[in-house]
């Protein structure tokens, strides 16, 4: 059988088991087996792949093996400087928009904190979260690598951390994403923008001492959930500065 040597780098090696990390790897193939059938095997996502080189050079994964090759394979990192070398996907997408899968609902409400469109259900099929990545331009969030080696997944992104704060800092950190974030401006409920609105117009539903303490609303256009600067806010703003975000003053809060 011909065999080819491959190296993972950075993060990627989580995928691994222990005695596979960080090293050079010796590994059997069937002739003309493609890389990401290859990498897959080994437990990697291709979603978590930004550029593999074949002996030296940056190669799609679509690339046939036939025995020798040696193979470096790199994490999708994007803020990681490799321009000079071609990226297996074209281009970031734009607007970074996003589709958690059903166990990150936390992470969900953290990402629509910072501003990010990020849909959840609580009740949805793998086919059906796959669909709606790929329709609506969505980067996919999950911790299950099976979902993202799906071959029609173009832009999905495994989540190494497990608690919910860790997984928000990861996900900006990873995918570079505080100079886009817009702090306060959509519901963390539902997911739908909040505006500014006139104490008058809702004082009726607003608790006693909420009333009295505070002049200054928003409301979900959607749910209409009514949100105000109360305890919480002030918390919330050290956590995200916290995170390289420009925190955005309550005037920062817009439709
Ligand atoms: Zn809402």
């Known amino acids: 059988m011909p065999t080819v040597t491959l190296r993972?780098?950075?993060?990627?090696?989580?995928f691994l088991p222990g005695s596979l990390r960080k090293r050079d790897i010796e590994r059997e193939i069937q002739p003309g087996e493609s890389l990401k059938h290859l990498i897959e095997s080994m437990g990697v996502p291709h979603t978590e792949i930004e550029v593999v080189l074949l002996n030296g050079v940056s190669v799609d994964l679509d690339r046939q093996l036939q025995g020798g090759e040696r193979i470096s394979v790199y994490p999708m990192f994007e803020s990681l400087d490799v321009t000079?070398?071609?990226?297996?996907?074209?281009?970031?997408?734009?607007?970074?928009?996003?589709?958690?899968?059903?166990h990150l609902g936390k992470l969900a409400r953290y990402l629509r904190l910072l501003g990010f469109d990020t849909l959840f259900f609580?009740?949805?099929?793998?086919?059906?979260?796959?669909?709606?990545?790929?329709?609506?331009r969505r980067i996919l969030?999950?911790?299950?690598?099976?979902?993202?080696?799906?071959?029609?997944?173009?832009?999905?992104?495994?989540?190494?951390?497990?608690?919910?704060?860790?997984?928000?800092?990861?996900?900006v950190e990873r995918l570079d994403l505080a100079a886009q974030a817009r702090p306060f401006?959509?519901?963390?409920?539902?997911?739908?923008?909040?505006?500014?609105?006139?104490?008058?117009?809702?004082?009726?539903?607003?608790?006693?001492q909420v009333a009295r303490h505070h002049d200054t609303f928003w409301r979900c256009r959607e749910c209409q959930k009514i949100y105000w600067q109360g305890s919480h806010y002030s918390k919330l703003l050290k956590s995200i500065a916290g995170l390289g975000v420009d925190n955005g003053e309550a005037g920062d809060v817009k439709s």
Not at 123 to 136: A, F
Not at 195 to 203: C, F, M, N, R, S
């Open 185 to 208: 401006s959509r519901c963390m409920v539902c997911n739908g923008s909040i505006v500014a609105t006139q104490k008058a117009l809702i004082e009726d539903q607003l608790p006693d």
């Open 141 to 171: 969030l999950t911790r299950d690598r099976a979902l993202l080696m799906r071959r029609t997944i173009t832009h999905g992104c495994y989540v190494h951390a497990i608690e919910p704060w860790l997984q928000l800092v990861e996900v």
């Open 8 to 14: 993972f780098y950075e993060e990627l090696n989580d």
């Open 122 to 136: 609580n009740d949805i099929g793998d086919q059906r979260l796959v669909e709606i990545s790929l329709s609506e």
């Open 84 to 102: 000079p070398i071609l990226r297996l996907r074209q281009r970031p997408l734009r607007t970074s928009r996003f589709v958690t899968d059903a």
